[in-house]
């Protein structure tokens, strides 16, 4: 039978995919994310819709904040990794409906994007998030042909701000691996358990 953790982590990850892809394909429509972070109008393109802008960015920080819970209850010596991987993602996308709605200075603008979103958001989302799933599928050998190389594609991110060819296309494609990998994560979580056989979070 299926305990409320095992429900609960694929809850946590169905909903994560879901509402990541969900987000992103609006964004992508509404805004022209992420490319529109390379053009001088890109502040004024937000503000000029910033209510479903905003709504759009705060539903893909959503998906990153289930993030934590799930690493919590998946596997407790693995959660940091997941939790940080959360907390830097939020912060980094929430300065769009936070913050951006309320500058007006195209210095403070590139500031914000800079700080929270290449550093805090993407840089060090990226080395946490490819970390995490390395940490996950060493310790519970969930889909490593997925994990795995997610995981380095997804890392590969960090090359992005160096203008590395191909960096953010291979980074692009390995968040598509890491949502079929999440799928697995939620799949097997479904998984009906024997009687006295310990949940993932309890293992080591």
Excluded: C, K
Excluded at 49 to 58: T, W
Excluded at 60 to 88: E, I, K, M, N, Y
């Amino acid at each position: 039978m299926l305990d409320t953790v095992q429900r609960s982590i694929a809850a946590l990850a169905f909903t994560a995919v879901v509402a990541a892809n969900a987000s992103f394909a609006l964004l992508s429509a509404s805004f022209d994310y992420p490319d529109i972070l390379l053009e001088p109008d890109a502040m004024a393109r937000f503000q000029a819709n910033a209510g479903v802008i905003g709504s759009e960015f705060a539903l893909l920080a959503f998906s990153a904040a289930l993030l934590a819970p799930l690493a919590l209850l998946l596997h407790r010596r693995t959660a940091w990794l997941g939790v940080t991987a959360a907390v830097v993602q939020v912060v980094g996308l929430l300065r769009w409906p936070l913050l951006v709605p309320h500058v007006t200075d195209p210095a403070t603008f590139d500031t914000l994007n800079l700080v929270l979103g290449v550093v805090i958001g993407e840089t060090l989302g990226y080395l946490f998030t490819a970390a995490w799933t390395v940490a996950v599928v060493r310790a519970l050998g969930i889909a490593p042909w997925l994990g795995w190389p997610s995981a380095v594609m997804i890392a590969s991110g960090v090359l992005t701000p160096l203008h590395v060819p191909g960096a953010d296309v291979v980074n692009f494609a390995g968040y598509l691996l890491w949502s079929a990998w999440l799928v697995m994560v939620g799949v097997r979580s479904l998984r009906p358990r024997p009687s006295g056989v310990l949940v993932p979070s309890a293992g080591s």
